[in-house]
Antibody, heavy 119, light 107 residues
Framework: QITLKESGPSLVKPTQTLTLTCTFS??????????VGWIRQSPGKALEWLAV???????RYNPSLDNRLTITKDTSKNQVVLTLTNVLPVDTGTYYC???????????WGQGTLVAVST | DIQMTQSPSTLSTSVGDRVTIACRAS??????LAWYQHKPGKAPKLLIY???NLQSGVPSRFSGSGSGTEFTFTISSLQPDDFATYYC?????????FGQGTRVEIK
């Protein structure tokens, strides 16, 4: 059974760096065709894909985040970490991590973690 | 970026109704399209991948079709548990993009 869980601060101040951790079980990020991505939903808005990291270390980011994103993996800990620098109030939202296989969508998701950007 | 446009934005329906949601891509995404169900406070749930493949464990009343730029998602007979927001997502090209969502609500 695949499970994922997001963790990180619930409140960050503008201009700070947000670090979120996705801890997963039931699969390995060393297995071919596996990827872990981050998706967020701002209040009242649609889902927005942010970044993905694959088993072969291929990374992709959403350029709309103006190069503020970094995604890394620690296969020994079964974790994927997302950092977002210089956060803005518009970065407020629920952040999800998800598992995917190549040629498929995100088939398992974490419960999400709510992050508020405010002074 | 590939823009995904869903219609309608809101659907007022009743239990037992047939529900159809359209998703249009601004460029050819072949069949690299997924459909998700999202309920408030819950994680999104993958229903359909590769435009028409039913995700394991998903009831057969859900189906998807289409290719290229035009896609359709159907619920053959709406059940009480199906009231939610539905999103299409293309994964043909980066950045992956979602539609704006279709809220299926009780009439």
């Amino acid at each position: 059974q695949i499970t994922l869980k997001e963790s990180g601060p619930s409140l960050v101040k503008p201009t700070q760096t947000l670090t979120l951790t996705c801890t997963f079980s039931g699969f390995s990020l060393t297995t071919s065709e596996v990827g872990v991505g981050w998706i967020r939903q701002s209040p009242g808005k649609a889902l927005e894909w942010l970044a993905v990291i694959h088993w072969n270390d291929v990374l992709r980011y959403n350029p709309s985040l103006d190069n503020r994103l970094t995604i890394t993996k620690d296969t020994s800990k079964n974790q994927v970490v997302l950092t977002l620098t210089n956060v803005l109030p518009v970065d407020t939202g629920t952040y999800y991590c998800g598992h995917r296989l190549t040629q498929r969508g995100f088939d398992s998701w974490g419960q999400g973690t709510l992050v508020a950007v405010s002074t | 970026d590939i823009q995904m446009t869903q219609s309608p934005s809101t659907l007022s329906t009743s239990v037992g109704d047939r529900v159809t949601i359209a998703c249009r891509a601004s460029q050819n995404v072949y069949t690299w399209l997924a459909w998700y169900q999202h309920k408030p406070g819950k994680a999104p749930k993958l229903l359909i991948y590769e435009a028409s493949n039913l995700q394991s464990g998903v009831p057969s009343r859900f189906s998807g079709s289409g290719s290229g730029t035009e896609f359709t998602f159907t619920i053959s007979s709406l059940q009480p548990d199906d009231f939610a927001t539905y999103y299409c997502q293309q994964y043909s090209d980066y950045p992956w993009t979602f539609g704006q969502g279709t809220r299926v609500e009780i009439k």
